[in-house]
C-alpha cells in the first residue's frame, strides 16, 4: 500500500485547503483512514478519520467543524477539507490507513503517506 498526499501550501488566517491522499491501487484506500497532522517539536496528533463505507467520520475536537473527511473509491482519493484554516494548524499532513475505526492513536495504523505541509500565516 502506498498513499501520497497533495494539496498543502502557504495561506492566510481563515482560508482553506483541500489535502487529498491518493493510494496507490483501488484496495488502498478500502480501509478506515485517518488524517493525521504533526508540527515541528510535537508529537504527531490525530485530525480525522473515516470509515470503510465513508458514511462514518469522526473528528479531533481542534479541528471539529472547520473540517470534512471524505473518500471517492472511483479516485482511490481521501480528502480533508480545512476551512477557517489558523495559524495553529500549521503541520506536515499526514494520512493513513488502519483496521479500525475511529482509531486515533498513531499506532493503530499501518500504512502512512509521506505528508504535505500546510502552514497558516496570521
Known amino acids: 500500500v502506498q498513499l501520497v498526499e497533495s494539496g498543502g501550501g502557504l495561506v492566510q488566517a481563515g482560508a482553506s485547503l483541500r489535502l487529498s491522499c491518493v493510494g496507490s491501487?483501488?484496495?488502498?484506500?478500502?480501509?478506515?483512514m485517518g488524517w493525521f497532522r504533526q508540527a515541528p517539536g510535537k508529537e504527531r496528533v490525530f485530525v480525522a478519520a473515516i470509515n470503510w463505507r465513508g458514511d462514518r467520520t469522526y473528528y479531533a475536537d481542534s479541528v471539529k467543524g472547520r473540517a470534512t473527511i471524505s473518500r471517492d473509491e472511483d479516485r482511490n482519493t481521501v480528502y480533508l477539507q480545512m476551512n477557517n484554516l489558523k495559524p495553529e494548524d500549521t503541520a506536515v499532513y499526514y494520512c493513513?490507513?488502519?483496521?479500525?475505526?475511529?482509531?486515533?492513536?498513531?499506532?493503530?495504523?499501518?500504512?502512512w503517506g509521506q505528508g504535505t505541509q500546510v502552514t497558516v500565516s496570521s
Open positions: 491501487t483501488r484496495t488502498s484506500i478500502t480501509y478506515p
Open positions: 493513513a490507513t488502519s483496521l479500525t475505526y475511529p482509531a486515533t492513536a498513531p499506532e493503530r495504523y499501518d500504512y
